[in-house]
């Protein structure tokens, strides 16, 4: 099996800045991708260990690392499919299952891809958490949940049963799905193109967040319309629109804020509070 992690294969004293040089070369001129090679290989391994990440948060909003991106997408065309084994698992990828377990949970037969962070107390469930993706601390993957490439999940997040959210390695600097901290996520939600659910929100179970899902605040006298940003602490349904077609008119999906998490200290009773007040399944 090889070992992408070697570090006769990586440049472990290179530079962040200098990864980013070295990637863009080998974007521009594919025949320069060898040449490249240990650059894309340490960009890889720094994900996987959570010194890189593809989105970061600051003060001025999330920032979008493209380069890591570019780099994941030259990580597939150095690979090499193979056989790889977990247990009486067998499996055949490019990209084999991460090595380093211990400081969070994996139940069988769980994924995360090599190329995944997940930080300490986590845990994962028989889901899925592919390259890319950060999974935040004391946050929860459960049964069935995926987490899409470069996906970014923050702590003390709850992805219930059979969630997903979406991945995106292109173009380049495409805002991957964000969870922010503290956001609760009920089952079977759908979350893709690059939405944006910031902390503390609750989606009930059910709802579908696309770029283009319009999503409509009827917590006063008129509703407002947002696009692909669930603000904090809102929680969230599942609702229809009416909407006319040349055929007629159609029920078509929405997403509806109904309501706002109560500031709180203690985070589980106000999630409690939430769900109990607003009547929402989760």
Known sequence: MQNPAAAELRLPEASPDALREAVGAAVRDGSA????????????????????????????GWTIHGFIQQAINLFFQLAQSEVYQAGDLRF????????????????????????????????????????????????????????????????????????????????????????????????????????????????????????????????????????GTIPARSVVIPGMRPRRFPAGEYLTPCALIIGTRKASTDRKTSLNSALRDFGVPV
């Open 33 to 60: 991708l060898a040449s490249h090679a240990n650059a894309v290989r340490e960009v890889i391994y720094r994900l996987d260990q959570g010194t890189l990440r593809v989105a970061e948060k600051g003060p001025q």
């Open 92 to 227: 055949f990828d490019k990209i084999p299952p991460k090595q380093q377990l211990g400081e969070f949970r994996v139940v069988p037969p769980g994924v995360v891809r090599y190329g995944a962070h997940v930080e300490k107390g986590a845990i994962v469930m028989p889901g899925y958490v592919n390259i890319g993706a950060r999974v935040g601390a004391g946050s929860m993957v459960d049964t069935w949940a995926t987490v899409g490439s470069c996906a970014q999940v923050g702590r003390g997040v709850h992805l219930s049963g059979g969630v997903g959210l979406g991945g995106v390695l292109e173009p380049p600097g495409a805002r991957p799905v964000i969870i922010e901290d503290g956001a609760f996520i009920g089952s079977r939600c759908i979350v893709v193109e690059g939405v944006l659910v910031e902390e503390e929100a609750v989606l009930g179970a059910g709802v579908v967040l696309t770029a283009t899902t319009p999503i409509f605040d009827v917590t006063g006298e008129s509703e407002k319309q947002l696009k």
